[in-house]
C-alpha cells in the first residue's frame, strides 16, 4: 500500500510558475513509477506527465511539453512537477499516482494508487 499526498498548488497569474510535490509513504518508492495527471471541471481525467522508478524515463502530454518538468528523489520519497509559463488552461485539479511496476506508464489505468490532488488555478 502506497499513501499519496500532493502539495504546492494555489493560484497563480499566466505565465507564472509553481512547484508541485508528491510525498509517499508506504512501501519502497523506487518500485513505483509515477505520474502527474489532472482534471478540469466537466473533463476527464488526463496524463500530464510519468516517470519511470529511476528517473531515466520520462513522458509529457504535448500540451505540456517544453513547460513542465517531472522529477523524482528516491531518497526523499517525493515527485515533482515543475511548471512554467502557466496558462489559464491548465486550470485543474493535479494528482499524483502510483504504478506497481517500474518502467514508464501513460494510462490512467496503469496507476494503482491516486492522491487527492490539490488545486492550480492559473488567471489570465
Known amino acids: 500500500q502506497v499513501q499519496l499526498v500532493e502539495s504546492g498548488g494555489g493560484l497563480v497569474q499566466a505565465g507564472g510558475s509553481l512547484r508541485l510535490s508528491c510525498a509517499a509513504s508506504?512501501?519502497?518508492?523506487?518500485?513505483?513509477?509515477m505520474g502527474w495527471f489532472r482534471q478540469a471541471p466537466g473533463k476527464e481525467r488526463e496524463i500530464v506527465a510519468a516517470i519511470n522508478w529511476g528517473g531515466g524515463s520520462t513522458y509529457y502530454a504535448d500540451s505540456v511539453k517544453g513547460r513542465f518538468t517531472i522529477s523524482r528523489d528516491n531518497a526523499k520519497n517525493t515527485v515533482y512537477l515543475q511548471m512554467n509559463s502557466l496558462k489559464p488552461e491548465d486550470t485543474a485539479v493535479y494528482y499524483c499516482?502510483?504504478?506497481?511496476?517500474?518502467?514508464?506508464?501513460?494510462?490512467?489505468?496503469?496507476?494503482?494508487?491516486w492522491g487527492q490532488g490539490t488545486q492550480v488555478t492559473v488567471s489570465s
Open positions: 499516482a502510483a504504478a506497481s511496476i517500474r518502467r514508464l506508464i501513460t494510462t490512467t489505468t496503469g496507476y494503482d494508487y
Open positions: 508506504g512501501r519502497t518508492f523506487s518500485s513505483y513509477a
